[in-house]
């Protein structure tokens, strides 16, 4: 089965353990063990994502790039697009 995991935690890198992306890359990962094709849907972080071996990424383009949801603030309206 073809899975999509819509995630704006994702890490950017394997190694990074950084608040939600640590659950999120565990589910991506266990899922693709069970034997499934998982694509993870995430914005772009600067600079960059690598995923782990087998999965693939749909990259969404954001207006401010930031590594964490936390870093948005609503008193930036472009935080909010």
Known sequence: MHLWLVTSSYPRVPEESL???????????SLRELGHRVTVVTPNKPGGIVLDAGLDVLRLPWFSPTVAM???????PVDLV
Do not use: E
Request: glycine share 6%; aromatic share 0%; charged share 30%.
């Open 19 to 29: 608040n939600a992306g640590v659950l999120a890359r565990d589910l991506a990962l």
């Open 70 to 76: 936390a870093d948005l603030s609503a008193k930036r």
